[in-house]
C-alpha cells in the first residue's frame, strides 16, 4: 500500500511536469496573451543562494529582483516590461549548464550570471549563441572580446582590482613603515586554489608584485568554507608578510584575518570585492581593523546617485530583511542590472534585441555612461570589455569606510594596460 | 528461440539460451524501437535544453555504472567515485592540450580518442590504488578509504598541483574545435548527445556481459559472502582489485567524456557531492541493477527538471519560489532516499521488474 502512494505520489509528479510543459510553451489560441508575452523581454539570472558563495550571493540576488521591479515601475525597456526567471543553481557548473539551456529555451535575451567557473565554463557556448552574458564574475579573463565577446560586466575586473589594491598599499602605507628604503616589501595570498573564482587574479598580482618590487611568499590554500585557518597563518609568519592579499569572499577572508590577529601575523590585509563588505566588521571584529579592499560601487546606504531607490525597493520589496543586514552586494545586483536595461534600451532603439544588437548597439555603444551607485564611468570597446581602469580602494577606519585611493592603471601605465594586461 | 513471444513459464533448455540476448523477436523489435528513439526520435523532436538534459542523464549513467558495478555487483562501499571521473578528465584535457602530438593526429582527430583511452586506464589505476584497502577492510571503513580518494585526488593533487601546470592557476580552457573524433568535431549539444549514447550502450553491454562471465560471478560471489567466495577458490584481493579497475576505467572515460561538454575545466566541476549524488542514483535506481543506474539517473536528472517546470508556472504568484528550488530539490533528492530505502528498497528497476513481469503473465498472472 506504501509502495502504491510513492508510486501514485511520482506520478503525479511527473504529470505535473508535463503539464507544464504545456504550461510553459507556447499557446496560439490566446492571442491576448501571446501579445501581452511579445512585450516582455526575458532574462535569465543564475544565483548562488545556497552554495559556496552564498555568503555574498543571497544579497546579490535579492539585488537583481529589487532591481528588476524598479525597471519595470519606471517605464521597462522603452515600454517592454522584463520577465525575470531567477535561478539558485548552488555554485554547482553542472547546474548552470542546464539552467543556461533552460534559459534558451525560455527565449532570454540575455543572462545575468554569477560564479568564474562556470561563467568560463559557459563563455565559449556563449559566444556561440550570441547571447549577452552580464556576471558576476569579474574575472580578467572575461574582457579579451577575443575570446569571450558576449561575456561583460559593469565593476572594475579582477586583475584590475589586485593590481589596484597593492598599488594602493605601496603608495600609501609602505612608506609608513619603518623598513621602508631598507627592504623589499613582502606580499602573499591566501586563497582557494581549487576555485576559479578565487585564483582568477593571481598571476595579475603577482605579476603587480614583481613590477612594484615586491618579495613574493607562499601562496595559502583557504578554503571558502575556512573557519579555522591557523596552520596558514603559521606558515605565512615564516615569511613574515608586510601586506596579504585576500582573493576569497567575505566568511572565509574574515576567519582568516581573526586567526592573522590571534596569532600577531602584523601583516596589512588588502582584500578583493567580494571579501570586502559591511559584513567583514561585524564577523572579524577589532581583526578588521585597518583592512584595506575594493569596491567599485558605493556601500549599501551611502550617498550615491539612485541609492535612495536601492533603499526604496529594499523595503518594499523584502521588508522582512532590516536594512542594516543588507550589504555593498544588493547595489552590485541593481549595477548589473542597470547597465544591462540600458543596452537593452539602446538596442531596441536602434531596431532589435537579438544578441548581436544588444552587443554592438547596447554595450559597445557605452562610453563613459555613468550608471549612478557609486560606479566610475563604464566604457565597452569592440576589443576590450574592461568597463573601467579605476580601482576605488576603501579602508575600515574607526568603524567606516573611508576611501584611500583611487588608482587608474591605464593612467599610471598606459602601454601596459594596452598591449599587455588585456585578458588575464 | 525464434518465437515471437516467450510461453508463459520458463521453458529455456540451454545456458546459452537463457542468456541469449534477443531472446525473442518481440525482444529484438523492443530494442529496435529504442535504438530508434534513442538515435532518431530524441535528436529530432528534443530542443536543445532536452538535448542538455539527455546529456546530464548520460553523464550520471556512466558516472554511476561504475559505483554500480562496485557496491552492486561486487559488494565494496565507495565514495570516491568522482575523484576517478575527475582524473579521467584532467588525463584527457593535459593530454589534448599539452602533449606534443604530431599535427597529422590532430588533423585526423586521434588525439582525443587516444587520450579518452588513456584517461580510463590510468583512472582505472588510480582507482586500484584506493582500492588495495579493501583488501583488509570492508564496509563503513573501506567508504572511508574511498572517500580519502576525493580529498587527496581533487583537493590535494590535482587542485595543488595539476591546477596549477602551464602557470595556469585557473581552469584549462578548452578552444572550440579541440574536442575531435576523426573528422568530427564535437562542438554541440546534440553531437555531445550522439557521443553519450553511443558509450552509455557501450559500457552497458560491457557491463551485462562482464556479469555474465566467471568474472562477475566470481564479483556476484564476493559480495554475496566473501569468505564463502575465498572458499570456493576465489581469488578475492585480484577480484576486488579487478572491481576497481573496471569501475575507475569507466570513471575516467566518463570524465574524457564529460570535457567534450565542457569548455573549460576546473577542481570545482568535481565537487565529493558528485561521489555521493552517485551511490544515492543506484539507489533510487536499484543495487544490482544495470536498469536500475538507468533508472535511477532518470530519477535524479528528468524527474528534478520536471518537477522545476511544473513550479515555473507558479512563480508569478510566488516569486521566490524559484530561488528556492534548489534547496527543494535536495530535500527531494534526500527524502527520495529515504522513501526509496524504506519503501522500496530494491529501487526502481525492481518496480520496472514488476511490471514487466505483469504484461509477460497477462492474463494469467496469479
Not at chain 1, 504545456?22 to 508575452?37: N, Q, R, T, V
Request: aromatic share 14%; glycine share 8%.
Amino acid at each position: 500500500m506504501k509502495s502504491r502512494i510513492l508510486v501514485f505520489l511520482m506520478s503525479l509528479a511527473l504529470i505535473a511536469g508535463i503539464f507544464s510543459i504545456y504550461a510553459c510553451g507556447e499557446k496560439p489560441e490566446k492571442k491576448e496573451k501571446a501579445k501581452l508575452a511579445a512585450e516582455e523581454i526575458q532574462i535569465g539570472s543564475l544565483n548562488d543562494m545556497t552554495g559556496a558563495t552564498s555568503d555574498v550571493g543571497k544579497d546579490y540576488a535579492l539585488g537583481i529582483a529589487e532591481a528588476v521591479h524598479y525597471i519595470n515601475e519606471s517605464g521597462g525597456i522603452n515600454g517592454k516590461l522584463i520577465k525575470l526567471h531567477q535561478f539558485d543553481y548552488g555554485y554547482r557548473i553542472p547546474e548552470a549548464l542546464t539552467k543556461y539551456n533552460l534559459f534558451k529555451q525560455l527565449k532570454c535575451v540575455a543572462i545575468l550570471g554569477w560564479g568564474t567557473g562556470d561563467t568560463e565554463a559557459l563563455a565559449p557556448t556563449v559566444a556561440r549563441d550570441k547571447i549577452p552574458y552580464v556576471s558576476a564574475s569579474y574575472s580578467g579573463h572575461l574582457c579579451d572580446t577575443a575570446k569571450t565577446p558576449y561575456n561583460l560586466f559593469f565593476a572594475t575586473d579582477y586583475s584590475t582590482q589586485a593590481r589596484g589594491l597593492i598599488t594602493a598599499w605601496f603608495d600609501t602605507k609602505w612608506p609608513k613603515n619603518p623598513d621602508y628604503g631598507k627592504r623589499k616589501p613582502r606580499i602573499a595570498a591566501c586563497y582557494m586554489f581549487a576555485s576559479a573564482f578565487s585564483s582568477a587574479s593571481i598571476k595579475a598580482y603577482k605579476n603587480q608584485a614583481e613590477l612594484l618590487g615586491f618579495d613574493i611568499g607562499p601562496d595559502q590554500d583557504v578554503s571558502l568554507f575556512a573557519i579555522d585557518t591557523k596552520s596558514q597563518i603559521l606558515a605565512l609568519k615564516e615569511f613574515k608578510p608586510d601586506v596579504v592579499l585576500h582573493t576569497n569572499t567575505v566568511m572565509s577572508v574574515a576567519a582568516t584575518m581573526r586567526d592573522a590577529y590571534a596569532l600577531k601575523l602584523g601583516a596589512d590585509h588588502i582584500i578583493k570585492n567580494w571579501g570586502f563588505d559591511e559584513n567583514l566588521p561585524k564577523l572579524a571584529a577589532a581583526a578588521a581593523e585597518g583592512a584595506i579592499g575594493c569596491a567599485p560601487w558605493a556601500f549599501f546606504g551611502q550617498d550615491a546617485p539612485l541609492m535612495d531607490k536601492v533603499i526604496e525597493y529594499a523595503e518594499k520589496y523584502n521588508p522582512g530583511i532590516p536594512l542594516e543586514k543588507r550589504t555593498i552586494h544588493t547595489v552590485q545586483g541593481w549595477a548589473s542590472v542597470l547597465g544591462l536595461a540600458e543596452a537593452l534600451k539602446r538596442a531596441d532603439k536602434a531596431g532589435g534585441l537579438s544578441g548581436e544588437s544588444i552587443l554592438k548597439n547596447g554595450f559597445e555603444t557605452m562610453v563613459n555612461y555613468e550608471l549612478g551607485l557609486g560606479i566610475a564611468p563604464v566604457t565597452f570597446k569592440e576589443k576590450d570589455h574592461r568597463g573601467q581602469s579605476q580601482a576605488k580602494i576603501y579602508e575600515w577606519k574607526d568603524s567606516k569606510f573611508t576611501l584611500l585611493a583611487e588608482v587608474d592603471l591605464k593612467k599610471r601605465w598606459p602601454d601596459k594596460w594596452e598591449n599587455e594586461w588585456l585578458g588575464w | 528461440m525464434s518465437t515471437t513471444f516467450l510461453p508463459c513459464g520458463d521453458y529455456h533448455q540451454t545456458y546459452a539460451q537463457e542468456h541469449a540476448w534477443w531472446q525473442t523477436k518481440f525482444i529484438k523489435g523492443k530494442m529496435i524501437c529504442l535504438f530508434l528513439c534513442l538515435f532518431v526520435f530524441i535528436p529530432l523532436v528534443a530542443n536543445d535544453y532536452w538535448i542538455s538534459i539527455c546529456n546530464m542523464v548520460g553523464y550520471t549513467i556512466l558516472g554511476a555504472l561504475g559505483v554500480q558495478l562496485l557496491i552492486g555487483y561486487c559488494g565494496q562501499l565507495t565514495l570516491g567515485q568522482g575523484a576517478f571521473i575527475a582524473v579521467g578528465a584532467y588525463v584527457s584535457t593535459l593530454l589534448v592540450l599539452e602533449f606534443p602530438w604530431p599535427q597529422f593526429m590532430l588533423d585526423w582527430g586521434i588525439a582525443y580518442p587516444v587520450s579518452v583511452l588513456v584517461a580510463g586506464i590510468a583512472a582505472g589505476i588510480w582507482s586500484v590504488f584506493f582500492g588495495l584497502p579493501s583488501a583488509r577492510v570492508k564496509g563503513f571503513y573501506l567508504i572511508l578509504t574511498t572517500m580519502a580518494a576525493q580529498f587527496i585526488t581533487v583537493d590535494f593533487l590535482l587542485t595543488q598541483y595539476v591546477s596549477q601546470i602551464g602557470g595556469r592557476g585557473q581552469a584549462f580552457s578548452l578552444p572550440a574545435g579541440t574536442i575531435k573524433l576523426g573528422p568530427w568535431v564535437i562542438d554541440s549539444d546534440l553531437k555531445v548527445y550522439y557521443l553519450m549514447i553511443m558509450l552509455v550502450i557501450v559500457f552497458c553491454v560491457v557491463i551485462s556481459n562482464l556479469m555474465r562471465s566467471r568474472v562477475g560471478r566470481a564479483w556476484v560471489a564476493i559480495r554475496d559472502n566473501d569468505i564463502s567466495a575465498e572458499v570456493m577458490g576465489i581469488n578475492v584481493v585480484k577480484y576486488k582489485l579487478l572491481a576497481f579497475f573496471v569501475a575507475g576505467f569507466i570513471a575516467g572515460i566518463t570524465g574524457a567524456f564529460w570535457i567534450s561538454n565542457l569548455a573549460a575545466i576546473s577542481p570545482e566541476h568535481f565537487p565529493w557531492f558528485l561521489s555521493l549524488s552517485l551511490v544515492g542514483v543506484i539507489l533510487i535506481g536499484g543495487v544490482s541493477s544495470i536498469h536500475g543506474t538507468i533508472f535511477g539517473a532518470i530519477f535524479m536528472v528528468v524527474v528534478m527538471e520536471l518537477l522545476q517546470l511544473a513550479v515555473m508556472p507558479l512563480a508569478d504568484t510566488y516569486p521566490k519560489l524559484l530561488m528556492d528550488f534548489l534547496f527543494i530539490k535536495e530535500a527531494a533528492f534526500g527524502l527520495a532516499i529515504c522513501l526509496f530505502l524504506m519503501f522500496e528498497p530494491n529501487g526502481l528497476a525492481y518496480r520496472w521488474w514488476q511490471i514487466k513481469n505483469y504484461f509477460n503473465l497477462w492474463p494469467f498472472s496469479y
